[in-house]
């Protein structure tokens, strides 16, 4: 192959690349993975205001377990592997456990986050169930980091 057939080729491979590249979209637009709750108790529609897959939850180590598989699948992308965000989003190591922490959780959940029209974290609430959510929140809170 000549320089100049070398030059058309790789210049068409970098314009398809970039223009199927033009479909992707910013992390916003992801669909929610389904997430197996199985084992969990069920906790019904109306939403609870505290975690009850807590440390006393006799299940817990299932919780736990659901909730770091659920945050992989969802949360991750945004918030970071393992819960370390890298400035997208952020850092919820450092959510408070207990009832301080669960209301804000809840409230992020059910709402999501809007600024100024843009949709940062959908209504995560509205794509997982209460049991998928609550178990992520025990997961995270085995991350917490003191300040």
């Known amino acids: 192959m000549t320089n100049n057939n070398k030059f058309i080729a790789i210049t068409g491979a970098g314009m398809l690349a970039l223009a199927l590249s033009g479909g992707v979209q910013a992390h916003g ?3 929610p993975q389904a997430v197996d709750i199985q084992g969990l108790d069920a906790l ?3 939403w609870l205001d505290q975690n009850p897959y807590g440390e006393e939850y006799e299940k817990r180590d299932l919780a736990v377990e659901v909730g770091a598989s659920a945050y992989n699948q969802n949360c991750a992308r945004c ?6 965000s890298g400035g997208i989003a952020p850092d919820l190591r450092y959510l ?8 804000w959780f809840k409230y992020r959940v059910v709402n999501g986050a809007v600024r100024d029209g843009r949709v940062y974290m959908p209504k ?4 997982l169930s209460q049991e998928a959510l609550w178990a992520i929140r025990a997961w995270l809170e085995t991350k ?4």
Do not use: K, S
């Open 96 to 103: 408070e456990p207990g009832i301080d922490g669960d209301e």
């Open 144 to 147: 917490y980091v003191q300040e």
């Open 29 to 31: 637009d992801v669909t």
């Open 44 to 46: 019904g529609e109306e």
């Open 124 to 127: 995560m609430a509205d794509y």
């Open 79 to 84: 918030h970071g592997l393992e819960g370390v």
